[in-house]
């Protein structure tokens, strides 16, 4: 639960969204995830480092950069988590469409 907990405070800044949603896009070094953000390189590189520690992303050296990429296991706990409520989200809307089409129904 920790780690979910982390990942959610981590998420809820929309500058670290959208760096997180880079790095989903594809792995890719601070220059590149810093790109076209509103936000400078050390800015960006603070962000990762909230994402790491969240467990969301990981890096590795390649020479001189690092290169961000998302971590799927540090991803699962938060993904497990909304899945609960995505199964219990279809049922509630699979049975307002029923009950909207029954009411059609009478009312033709």
Do not use: C
């Not at 989903?24 to 800015?43: D, K, M, Q, T, Y």
């Not at 971590?71 to 497990?80: K, M, N, Q, T, V």
Request: net charge neutral.
């Amino acid at each position: 639960m920790a780690n979910m907990n982390s990942a959610l405070l981590a998420l809820a800044d929309p500058t670290r969204r959208a760096v997180f949603e880079r790095v989903a896009l594809a792995p890719a070094p601070v220059s590149e995830i810093a790109s076209g953000l509103p936000v400078s390189r050390p800015a960006v590189s603070q962000h990762l480092k909230v994402l790491k520690q969240a467990g969301l992303v990981v890096d590795h050296a390649d020479g001189a950069r690092r290169i961000y990429r998302i971590d799927s296991e540090g991803l699962g706990p938060l993904r497990a988590w909304l899945d609960r409520f995505w199964g219990s989200a279809l049922d509630a809307s699979a049975a307002d469409l029923e009950t909207q089409a029954r009411n059609d129904r009478h009312d033709d």
